[in-house]
């Protein structure tokens, strides 16, 4: 994908690989990071694919990134496969609904703090080197890196169009490092985050919101002097409030957005 930069600079990206110019071709890592802070674990990522064997740059909580892979989902694909029957393949909320059902139910929970860190720190912080996402199916570990980095996977098994996005957010004025997906489906584009919970019609759904054409190839840009800053308002059924979350990929432009529910109609 080709990218021109503000300052006319040609960016070419290739799944986890961006040339600047006539620069060489580099592999960056793929994860969490802040554009207008540090930037962790490389460029401004949006990986367009399934994750197969590419490295994952997790936060883990201590300051730091380790890398990690997506690991043997094969369990996911199928549970995935078995909630499937009778779906509307035409509903991406439905469909969107249904991803977010299996990976809560392939990582057993979310953001238990101490398992994760036991996962990636086994021996007296010590980093594990064997790290595979799909090893913290059912500890309730898994935060939105592992989240949405499953997430893809499964989004890109039901052949839509899926970027998994890494960059950051601000919920209640506070920076936080952040990961969830991007979908282009059937001529629509939305952000889609299995991390941010939405009360639709007294059930838990995910955070899904549409945005233009142009929103979306701006916030899917890997390049952070592209980006854009898109506000969601949603309400947040643990919170029992309407909360706005601004997904930052960069501050040149800003839009605001609603979530929406299965049936169109926005839900403020």
């Known amino acids: 994908m080709e990218y021109i930069r503000n300052d006319g600079t040609i960016a070419i990206v290739e799944g986890d690989k961006v040339q600047y110019g006539n620069g060489i071709m580099r592999k960056n890592k793929i994860g969490s990071n802040f554009t207008n802070g540090i930037i962790r674990g490389g460029y401004l990522s949006s ?31 199928a549970l995935l496969e078995s909630k499937l ?27 238990n703090i101490g398992e ?22 059912g500890t309730g570990a898994a935060m939105c890196v592992e989240r949405a980095s499953l997430a893809q996977n499964l989004l890109r098994y039901l052949g839509i169009n899926s970027f ?12 936080e490092d952040h990961c969830y997906n991007l979908i282009e489906f059937n001529g629509k584009y939305y952000i889609f ?9 007294g059930q838990i759904s995910p955070l899904i919101a549409e945005i233009t054409a142009d929103a979306f190839t701006l916030i899917s840009s890997p390049i952070s002097d592209l980006g854009i800053s898109i506000v969601t308002s949603h309400f947040n059924p643990y919170r029992n ?3 706005n979350i601004t997904y930052d990929s960069g501050r040149e432009k800003s839009i605001e957005v609603s979530s929406l529910d299965g049936f169109g109609s926005m839900h403020l």
């Open 116 to 137: 994760r860190m036991a996962y990636y720190y086994p021996n007296d912080f010590a980093e594990s080197k064997d790290n595979k996402i799909s090893n913290l199916k």
């Open 241 to 243: 409030m309407d909360v």
């Open 193 to 201: 985050d299995t991390s941010i919970p939405n009360l639709i019609n």
């Open 85 to 111: 029957i009778g779906a509307d393949y035409s509903n991406i909320y439905e469909l969107s609904g249904i991803v977010l059902e299996t990976v809560n139910e392939f990582f057993g929970g979310f953001a």
């Open 164 to 175: 998994f996005k890494a960059s950051g957010i601000l919920r209640n004025n506070i920076k």
């Open 47 to 77: 990986f367009n694919g399934a994750f197969e064997e590419e490295l994952i740059a997790i936060e883990t909580g201590l300051g730091d990134v380790v890398d990690a892979k997506i690991g043997e989902i094969k369990d996911a694909y």
